[in-house]
């Protein structure tokens, strides 16, 4: 199986078949209500991608997935896959107008739901497509034992799934990823999982719906491990199945990370199985990489990149403590640029525009080809094409990586450039701030000013932080506003929203 997963290029329903034949008891997908071993699983992903075909899935076409995460969710983003089409699992936090939207805009002629979505939404909610209650109907709809489907040997570029972006207004973009790059993502971590004799017991708590997940999804079934499905986010709930079933694997996001830290029975609980632990999606503080470090068994690994793919950077945490402050070194493979606006190059040690290209990029935007085209940057001596990653960064001399700030976060105020991670760290220096950020506003005076938003702990006033923190910065940097807040409006893999923080600062009211 090993050299199989380094080969250049293969499929998931030839690996999903071999793990079956080899260990056809062992426990593969496991949820709250049901648990599936080898057999079971590749059996009834046979069966619905059969009934997929039978019910007029053409190849290529999308199959649509909305609802909470489940081991039937997971059977049919794989079977959708497997049988020839395109898994497009979507947002359940989108308006019904952007769920539609999303639906329309995949081609779907399936709609798998759950009951409780389709509750929230409406017995008439996209009633035109061909609709199965993944909870309720799937089941007797998939096909009979035995059934399977007819093959189907993708190639590379053909479409594997369509993710779509968590925009907050607007219908979001559909990022489509090919089943080449799928492979090239996770076989070679499902590799690296058997080259160590590593056995692979993963626990994935954020959304089938997010590529983020994939990371603890795809490939730990690739390496025929067991993955523990869990519908919705609790510490109690993470902790004790973590305990349970020996997890050896995880993905989390940073705010995930500080609940658990923040959990009072954290160290109730025993976590000795875990291995290795991941962490992508969002801003992740060198202070609290270290209390993971600290207090949670196995090495921490960063992932930067993003859904579109680029550059890959890898921070092995447990390996490089004095680089907590990074995203990591670009992984093999991937390449990085860092380039002012006039497209030159910078030298280590200055921010500028991140431009990144590797093995695992995105076809493009389901049928937004501009936006594709803005998505890129192509190279003028070679024609390479390289994603913009929509970040500023500084490579350090090591060549390790520092984000400085979101590209579309940036503040120009009075013709200077203010990065908010530099505000925002030196609001968290301040005793009783839990969580910072700082946004960019409209200024008669300077065109942009900062403004800070903070979770307060204990009896420390805005007002005297912000004092504090003004003192220490430049005349240019200073906050006009500092708003506390009960918590930061965050999407559901736990990326800031920054919008949402400026329509607040507009509602409050805008400085002078």
């Known amino acids: 199986m090993l050299e199989k997963l380094s080969a250049p290029y293969g499929t998931y329903r030839e690996i999903f078949r071999l793990w079956a034949d080899i260990q056809p008891d062992k426990p593969a997908m496991r949820d709250d209500d049901v648990e599936l071993n080898w057999r079971e699983m590749v059996d009834r992903i046979e069966r619905i991608a059969s009934r997929l075909q039978e019910t007029g899935l053409q190849q290529g076409q999308s199959v649509a997935i909305l609802g909470t995460s489940t081991v039937n969710y997971g059977l049919v983003f794989l079977a959708a896959v497997l049988a020839g089409g395109v898994a497009a699992p979507l947002t359940t936090s989108a308006s019904p107008q952007q769920l539609e939207g999303m639906a329309k805009d995949s ?26 209650v993944l909870d309720e109907e799937l089941d007797a709809w998939m096909g009979q034992e035995g059934a399977k489907a007819s093959p ?55 959304p089938l719906y997010s590529n983020t997940t994939m990371v603890a ?22 902790l004790e199945l973590a305990q349970r079933d020996r997890v050896t694997t995880t993905m989390l996001v940073p705010v995930q990370y500080q609940r658990l830290m923040d959990e009072p029975a954290f160290d109730d609980f ?62 093999p493979g991937s390449q990085l640029k860092v380039m002012d606006k006039q497209g030159r190059l910078l030298p280590p040690g200055e921010a500028g525009e991140l431009i990144g290209r590797g093995p695992a990029m995105m076809s493009g935007y389901k ?30 001399e090591d060549g390790f990586v520092e984000l400085v700030g979101r590209e579309k976060d940036m503040i120009i105020s009075g013709g200077f450039n203010i990065y908010p991670v ?48 003004n003192a220490r910065l430049g005349k240019t940097q200073r906050l006009a506003q500092l708003h506390a807040i009960d918590e930061m409006p965050r ?7 920054k919008t949402e923080l400026r329509a607040e600062a507009e509602r409050i009211g805008l400085p002078d």
């Open 107 to 132: 081609g779907a002629r399936h709609l798998f739901i759950d009951r409780a979505k389709l509750t929230e939404l409406g017995d008439d909610f996209m009633a035109g497509l061909d609709r199965i």
């Open 152 to 206: 189907f040997v993708p190639r590379g570029e053909e479409p594997f799934n369509i993710i779509y972006s968590s925009g907050t207004t607007g219908i979001p973009k559909g990022i489509v990823h090919s089943h080449l790059m799928r492979w090239r993502q996770f076989a070679a971590t499902a590799a690296s999982y058997l080259a160590a004799n590593r056995e692979v017991r993963s626990l994935t708590s954020t």
């Open 217 to 238: 999804f795809l490939s730990a079934l690739l390496a025929g491990g067991t993955v523990t499905i869990m519908g919705k986010f609790g510490t109690k709930k993470w």
């Open 270 to 331: 025993d976590l000795s199985s875990l291995q290795i632990k991941y962490c992508t999606s969002a801003p992740f503080s060198a202070e609290l990489k270290a209390k993971v470090l600290k207090r949670m068994p196995g090495g921490l690994i960063e992932i930067y990149s993003m859904t579109e793919g680029g550059v890959v950077c890898l921070l092995q945490a447990h390996e490089h403590p004095d680089k907590l402050h990074t995203v990591g070194q670009p992984a």
């Open 367 to 396: 049928n937004r080809p501009d936006k594709t085209s803005e998505a890129q940057w192509i190279d003028p001596d070679t024609g390479e094409w390289w994603m913009r990653m929509g970040d500023i960064g500084r490579v350090d």
């Open 422 to 469: 530099d505000l925002e760290n030196e609001l968290l220096k301040e005793e009783g701030v839990k969580e910072a950020a700082v946004i960019g506003v409209p200024s008669r005076k300077w065109g942009e000013t900062p403004v800070g938003f903070v979770v307060m702990e204990g009896e420390a006033e805005p007002a005297a932080v912000q004092q504090a923190v």
């Open 491 to 497: 999407s559901h893999i736990g990326k800031l929203l």
